[in-house]
């Protein structure tokens, strides 16, 4: 029996163990296994394979049983995620239902999750811009949180490195605050987009509007071909998987990728429980699972393990990870796993029309989804009575209206004959918040779920400086509307959950000093250096920007530099 | 039994059921499979000449022919609340005498129903939804491209 045993833990053995498969799981996969690392990825929710397992790819809409909408009922038990605006019939599959996985709201919290192969980045709004040097000195110039442990110069090459792979559009705009990249072409801004943007940029100096940059392959090279994906399809049904891998997701790119070089080893339905941690050895040795349909458990080990199980659940997982030498979490001396969680500010948007231009239309669409206005607020000095600012989405629509009246005949010649409206224009707030320790996760000392788990109480809120941040954004956007000469100018802040944003980040956060953070400049865990956390989970602060370009590259960078220790004997 | 205890009570009952099915034997049942809500034949009858009441068959195919009230079925058993179901069914129930009236008594019994009615709405928003959706206009009329494989984000309008 004892021989069985050994050979039973040979087998579960690795050089390294990804706790993850989604954005950035994805890329530190990929990049441990090109250096040769047998990896082991574990990714609690089901398999999905690209193409094959997108089951609604190709469906027009007629096919739809409910054409899209999803039913009362499944809307009555999931509110959660039912706000979610990707949460439809063609992609509800890969959603998590509210029921299947509770938690506990000390303070409303939606938190919106995609558990299978690939988590979020089949689902996400891939949106991609550079993190600046005005997002990473911003803690220590307004005394706020920890200071960054690196700089912009850190985290360019490695920017580079993932931009070129995952193939990202935009223009090359020249601003310091939003470092340029290795583009592809840009989606262009459409007329009215482009003329709102002449509007703004000549009354104000500081503010820009420029094309969305994005995560689409608009013009395919020898390394996206590589990757078996092609030329986005302008289809923006990219919430189903896409068959054409036109955007960037961890099953169209980097998982293929990984698994073809022969070393990586995924693992579906695999929840992970904990990190199993050795205190003669001073390292973490391996992970425990619990299958999520057996509930059986099994430990797997390695040197090296990287988690990005996505920040919340990487929280989850290091509080659960409880030894004699960490009773409140793997690595947590310094008392911050957990806290200091942020998000961003999405609630507040508004809307109008624009009545010139009227001889134009757009034909097609836009999978940039329009123009991007990068934060101008308190950039270069302080100068409101709020801590940072927001970046924004604007973008113009000219859609067609029927009179839908009357009955009979001409109600159907109506119906069959729309006619071409004014331009619609909207805008969406992308604002910064503080990280503090009174927005924390924690571990219910009760309640456990299916596999368990302790249930995560959740306890995070809007402040002040977010209100003050937001009506900000309303005033001077409903200024710059009127600027353009846009009517019908309508501001909507309605309120919304911290969450519904999906970004979320930190709690296992960065920064120089082991008393006051859980990570150094190379994602590394202070207290157990062969533990590495390259999600949302290890920000600092969380910029303006969308973060998910910056965990890849993080991912990336700190692949580089555990191997590197690992073949140095230091790890 | 009133209506509202009639619809709790069914709701009981169907728990994800298929109440009837397309080979159902039984010609006092709907003819498509539901899940909440009790449609007989007669009320999807009906359903098909009001929803064609909305919109006829001209030189192209009418919402009848293209089975847009067994879409409204499915819409009112799946997509709506309990309330919006009973007051469907209550409307539904009332416009019962126009089974045997030509169409132009169908088009002005909707046209008489208060702008806020909740049947006159659901069906008609319904109604509309689907024939525009449906595959006909979509490949026919107003073409609906799955791979644009484009963007121009500044065409001439043509006048």
Known sequence: ?571 | MDRRSAIKQLFVLAGGMMIATSCSTNTNTASIALNNVKFTAGDEALLSDLVDAIIPKTDSPGAKELNIHLFVMKMVDDCHSPEDQELFLQGLSKASGLSDKPMEDRVAYLSALDKDDVFLNILKQRTIQGYLNSEYVMKNKLVYELVPGRYDGAVKVEA
Not at chain 1, 32 to 41: D, I, M
Not at chain 1, 331 to 341: I, P
Not at chain 1, 474 to 485: H, I, K, P, V, Y
């Open chain 1, 1 to 571: 029996m004892a021989n069985i045993n050994i050979d039973s833990r040979k087998d579960r053995t690795y050089d390294a163990i990804v706790i993850g498969s989604g954005i950035s799981g994805g890329w530190s996969a990929k990049e441990l296994a090109e250096r040769g690392l047998k990896t082991l990825v574990l990714e609690r929710g089901r398999d999905v394979q690209h193409v094959k397992d997108y089951p609604t790819t190709n469906l027009y809409p007629w096919e739809f049983e409910h054409r899209n909408e999803m039913p009362y009922k499944v809307r009555e038990e999931n509110p959660i995620v039912s706000r979610c605006y990707a949460f439809h019939e063609d992609a509800a599959h890969f959603f998590v239902k509210d029921k299947e996985h509770p938690y506990i709201q000390e303070k409303p919290f939606d938190w919106i999750r995609g558990y299978q192969v690939g988590g979020k980045s089949l689902l996400w709004a891939r949106q991609t811009q550079r993190w600046s040097d005005f997002d990473f000195e911003g803690p220590l110039r307004d005394g706020f949180a920890v200071d960054w442990p690196i700089r912009y110069a850190d985290l360019k090459p490695w920017y580079d490195y993932v931009e070129r792979f995952a193939g990202i559009s935009g223009d090359r705009d020249g601003l310091p605050e939003l470092p340029d990249g290795e583009f592809l072409p840009a989606y262009p801004l459409n007329v009215v987009e482009k003329y709102f943007k002449q509007k703004v940029e000549a009354k104000y100096s500081s503010r820009k509007v420029i094309a969305a940059r994005c995560a689409h392959i608009s013009k395919p090279q020898p390394i996206h071909i590589q990757q078996g994906r092609t030329q986005c399809q302008n289809r923006t049904l990219c919430q189903r998987g896409c068959p054409f891998g036109g955007y960037f997701s961890s099953n169209a790119s980097t998982l293929p990728w990984a698994a073809k070089t022969g070393n990586m080893t995924l693992r579906p339905d695999a929840v992970v429980h904990s990190i199993l941690y050795d205190g003669d050895k001073g390292r973490a040795i391996g992970v425990k699972v619990i299958d999520r349909n057996t509930k059986e458990e099994i430990d797997f080990y390695a040197k090296l393990i990287f988690v990005n199980a996505a920040a919340i659940n990487t929280n989850l997982i290091l509080l659960n990870s409880r030894s004699d030498r960490f009773p409140n979490g793997l690595g947590n001396d310094s008392g911050t796993l957990g806290k200091y969680v942020a998000f961003h500010n999405y609630s507040a948007r508004i809307y109008g029309e624009y009545e010139g231009l009227l001889d134009f239309k757009t034909v097609g669409r836009n999978p940039a989804g329009g123009g991007y206005i990068p934060r101008f607020r308190n950039l270069h000095r302080q100068e409101t009575d709020f801590l940072r600012g927001y970046a924004a989405g604007f973008s113009a629509w000219r859609s067609s209206h029927a009179d839908r009246s009357g009955f009979g005949d001409d109600l159907k010649n109506s119906l069959l004959n729309p006619q071409l409206g004014n331009w619609g224009v909207g805008s969406h707030m992308m604002g910064e918040t503080i990280p503090k320790a009174s927005n924390y996760v924690a571990l219910d000392a009760q309640q456990k779920d299916d596999w368990g788990m302790p249930l995560l109480k959740v306890h995070i809120d809007y402040d002040d400086n977010d209100e003050k941040m937001k009506k900000d954004y309303l005033d001077t956007l409903e200024e710059m509307f009127q600027e353009a000469g846009f009517t019908n100018i309508r501001r909507d802040d309605r309120w919304q959950a911290p969450g519904l944003d999906i970004h979320e980040m930190g709690g296992v956060r960065m920064g120089n000093d082991p008393k006051t953070s859980m990570l150094n400049k190379w994602n590394q865990m202070h207290a157990v250096p062969n533990v590495f956390v390259t999600d949302g989970a290890s920000m600092t602060s969380t910029s303006t920007q969308n973060p998910s370009l910056t965990y890849m590259a993080f991912s990336a960078r700190s692949v580089d530099y555990a191997v590197k220790e690992m073949k140095k004997g230091n790890i």
